[in-house]
């Protein structure tokens, strides 16, 4: 048990990033930064970034979305499923 922590203690935070935990990038909701209340199923362009190439709903920790606004977002995207506009699954 002692040769697992010593092992741990010897990597740095995490080696994905670059410093430590402090010099991360911040992360922003989009929507709050643009002032965006509203999301429109309609808007097919904005909706694409928020849908992977799976077709699958992109978590908010992935799309960095505060939580009212990622579930107005996937909201939305399930709305435009079912008009036609955003396609259930990939091809």
Do not use: W
């Not at 040769?3 to 010099?23: A, I, L």
């Amino acid at each position: 048990m002692s040769e697992v922590k010593q092992k741990r203690e010897n990597k740095p935070y995490n080696s994905k990033f670059k410093g430590n935990k402090f010099n991360r990038r911040k992360k922003f909701c989009r929507f709050c930064a643009q002032g965006i209340e509203h999301v429109d199923y309609k808007d097919v362009n904005t909706l694409s970034h928020y849908i992977n190439f799976n077709k699958k709903i992109i978590p908010a920790k992935q799309s960095f979305n505060c939580t009212s606004h990622q579930r107005r977002v996937s909201i939305a995207i399930k709305r435009a499923r079912i008009v036609g506009l955003v396609p259930y699954i990939a091809d």
